[in-house]
């Protein structure tokens, strides 16, 4: 692992950012340009979403100063992402992954 990125999910490790900063939801919400509402919803696990979006991760992140790829649902989507896009590296991640030979 990268310095500067954590493996936590995000509503783990976002209440210990806002407490280490001592920093409210709502000043966060507003830095990042979303609504508190909205986060406290997230972090609650209150609704639709389970976890970020990519973009919320990384605004969020930027918000607070850190890398913009410091939490690791915004590098699952940027994974995730490019897999769609690249059939051969999606065929080289399948066999990688289920120790598939060529």
């Known amino acids: 692992m990268a310095a500067g990125r954590t493996e936590r999910p995000f509503i783990e490790e976002l209440p210990n950012l806002l407490n280490q900063r001592r920093l409210s939801l709502r000043a966060l919400a507003r830095e990042a340009g979303v609504t508190d509402a909205h986060l406290s919803r997230l972090l609650r696990g209150i609704g639709y979403r389970t976890k970020p979006s990519a973009n919320l991760a990384h ?42 030979k060529r």
Not at 70 to 96: G, N, S
């Open 59 to 100: 605004r969020i992140a930027l918000a607070l100063e850190l890398s913009p790829d410091y939490f690791r649902e915004y590098r699952e989507a940027i994974v995730i992402e490019q897999v769609k896009k690249d059939p051969r590296l999606r065929e080289e991640l399948y066999d990688r992954l289920t120790k598939r």
